[in-house]
């Protein structure tokens, strides 16, 4: 029986040969069901979502009080400023909306003039949402930002509710967001979240901004549930007391007719939360959910360490360059190829339970995001392409260079 060699040449080989398999699989347009199935699941898929929806106890995350949900359905801009007058007068802290006003409304004037004098009730603790448009690819910034119309603007703060994603057919999972974006003319423009946390609590958000990420993971505390949450029949009712906003967090946005409908949104997303981890039926959470969620992770302090790309990328060729080391070893050896697809299975099987094991501990313990999600596939498939390459590929190269040593 030969003895196993570290320093490999073929195994070598056999790990690039896995790379380019990977690579070209994930750039393929080719359209083979059981590869476009592998190609959604890589791109959507992250080892830390199987934490989020399957192990973690939802429970035991704290309600936030400090922050309020307030539901604007489809109210036009008239029905807006009632509720945020309602809200202004009982004293919350700062208010801010994941929604633009772009323009005036020719046809109903009275609300444009209603909703700015609300506006006024706050001043520069209401956060008006911006939009970047206009993304360059050459200096990766944006050109322009785009913002509510100028009443509105006049006496409140504002701040960008970007995803980060620049098509929507681009976005798949909302699991991070960017904590600023740059401009053609130098300006920055923070987060929604981040502008909002600022004005209720400088000393916690300027010790997240000290972290320096232009693009920060996000912690899901959860859904709605874990808010106080107000609906918009709920600010119709005039009997309703609400003395309990003050000094509080008010964001307003859409969540659709009622808090507990499925269906697909406009400004409805999927994220880790969601149960189903692959072939998803509906989106789980509205955007203004979200940002609740990153308002709540600045305040708390529950931000997330990301494991660096570079590291992520290393760590999965070192493994499979090992077990390219061992897999052409068994094929080598007469007395084990036979058993090639059980030891084989075995190891990825063992390896992939470590894994696994690892990511869910250091996520749910430390906070740091162990992105093992590369290693992960990197893992399940070496087995079946290390056989494909010893047996197929590298038998043809012995083959020709053999002949032309002839």
């Given at each position: 029986?030969?003895?196993?060699?570290?320093?490999?040449?073929?195994?070598?080989?056999?790990?690039?040969?896995?790379?380019?398999?990977?690579?070209?699989?994930?750039?393929?347009?080719?359209?083979?069901?059981?590869?476009?199935?592998?190609?959604?699941?890589?791109?959507?898929?992250?080892?830390?979502d199987i934490y989020y929806s399957k192990l973690r106890d939802n429970?035991?995350?704290?309600?936030?009080?400090?922050?309020?949900?307030?539901?604007?359905?489809?109210?036009?801009?008239?029905?807006?400023?009632?509720?945020?007058?309602?809200?202004?007068?009982?004293?919350?802290?700062?208010?801010?909306?994941?929604?633009?006003?772009?323009?005036?409304?020719?046809?109903?004037?009275?609300?444009?003039?209603?909703?700015?004098?609300?506006?006024?009730?706050?001043?520069?603790?209401?956060?008006?949402?911006?939009?970047?448009?206009?993304?360059?690819?050459?200096?990766?910034?944006?050109?322009?930002?785009?913002?509510?119309?100028?009443?509105?603007?006049?006496?409140?703060?504002?701040?960008?509710?970007?995803?980060?994603?620049?098509?929507?057919?681009?976005?798949?999972?909302?699991?991070?967001?960017?904590?600023?974006?740059?401009?053609?003319?130098?300006?920055?423009?923070?987060?929604?979240?981040?502008?909002?946390?600022?004005?209720?609590?400088?000393?916690?958000?300027?010790?997240?901004?000290?972290?320096?990420?232009?693009?920060?993971?996000?912690?899901?505390?959860?859904?709605?549930?874990?808010?106080?949450?107000?609906?918009?029949?709920?600010l119709n009712d005039p009997d309703r007391d609400f003395s309990f906003?003050?000094?509080?967090?008010?964001?307003?946005?859409?969540?659709?007719?009622?808090?507990?409908?499925?269906?697909?949104?406009?400004?409805?997303?999927?994220?880790?939360?969601?149960?189903?981890?692959?072939?998803?039926?509906?989106?789980?959470?509205?955007?203004?959910?979200?940002?609740?969620?990153?308002?709540?992770?600045?305040?708390?302090?529950?931000?997330?360490?990301?494991?660096?790309?570079?590291?992520?990328?290393?760590?999965?060729?070192?493994?499979?360059?090992?077990?390219?080391?061992?897999?052409?070893?068994?094929?080598?050896?007469?007395?084990?190829?036979?058993?090639?697809?059980?030891?084989?299975?075995?190891?990825?099987?063992?390896?992939?339970?470590?894994?696994?094991?690892?990511?869910?501990?250091?996520?749910?313990?430390?906070?740091?995001?162990?992105?093992?999600?590369?290693?992960?596939?990197?893992?399940?498939?070496?087995?079946?392409?290390?056989?494909?390459?010893?047996?197929?590929?590298?038998?043809?190269?012995?083959?020709?260079?053999?002949?032309?040593?002839?």
């Amino acid at each position: 029986m030969t003895k196993i060699k570290l320093l490999n040449r073929d195994a070598l080989l056999g790990t690039i040969f896995v790379f380019m398999f990977m690579g070209l699989l994930q750039a393929s347009n080719v359209q083979i069901e059981i590869l476009n199935v592998f190609e959604q699941v890589f791109e959507n898929f992250q080892l830390t979502d199987i934490y989020y929806s399957k192990l973690r106890d939802n429970s035991k995350e704290h309600f936030e009080k400090d922050i309020v949900l307030v539901n604007i359905g489809t109210l036009d801009r008239k029905g807006i400023a009632k509720q945020i007058a309602r809200l202004a007068a009982e004293k919350p802290k700062v208010m801010g909306i994941d929604a633009t006003f772009f323009g005036p409304r020719p046809k109903d004037p009275a609300g444009d003039f209603m909703l700015a004098q609300a506006l006024r009730m706050m001043g520069k603790s209401f956060v008006m949402a911006t939009s970047p448009d206009k993304w360059n690819p050459e200096t990766s910034k944006f050109d322009t930002l785009l913002t509510s119309y100028a009443p509105f603007m006049a006496t409140t703060d504002h701040a960008h509710v970007f995803t980060g994603v620049l098509t929507d057919e681009d976005f798949t999972t909302w699991r991070d967001f960017p904590v600023y974006v740059d401009f053609k003319n130098g300006e920055k423009e923070y987060a929604l979240a981040v502008k909002i946390a600022e004005k209720f609590n400088p000393e916690k958000t300027a010790k997240f901004l000290k972290r320096g990420n232009q693009v920060e993971p996000i912690y899901f505390k959860g859904n709605y549930d874990k808010f106080i949450k107000l609906d918009v029949n709920d600010l119709n009712d005039p009997d309703r007391d609400f003395s309990f906003v003050k000094d509080k967090i008010i964001l307003m946005g859409y969540m659709g007719d009622g808090y507990t409908d499925k269906h697909w949104d406009d400004d409805k997303f999927f994220t880790p939360l969601n149960s189903n981890l692959v072939g998803r039926g509906y989106p789980d959470m509205f955007g203004v959910v979200v940002h609740a969620n990153i308002i709540s992770m600045i305040l708390n302090e529950t931000y997330i360490d990301m494991m660096s790309d570079w590291v992520s990328y290393f760590l999965a060729f070192i493994v499979c360059y090992f077990n390219a080391v061992i897999f052409m070893w068994i094929v080598e050896n007469h007395k084990l190829a036979v058993w090639y697809n059980a030891i084989t299975k075995s190891i990825q099987l063992v390896e992939a339970l470590i894994i696994l094991s690892m990511t869910m501990l250091l996520f749910g313990s430390f906070s740091y995001h162990a992105n093992f999600t590369l290693l992960f596939f990197v893992i399940l498939l070496s087995g079946d392409l290390i056989e494909i390459f010893s047996e197929i590929l590298l038998r043809l190269f012995r083959g020709i260079r053999n002949r032309w040593k002839k």
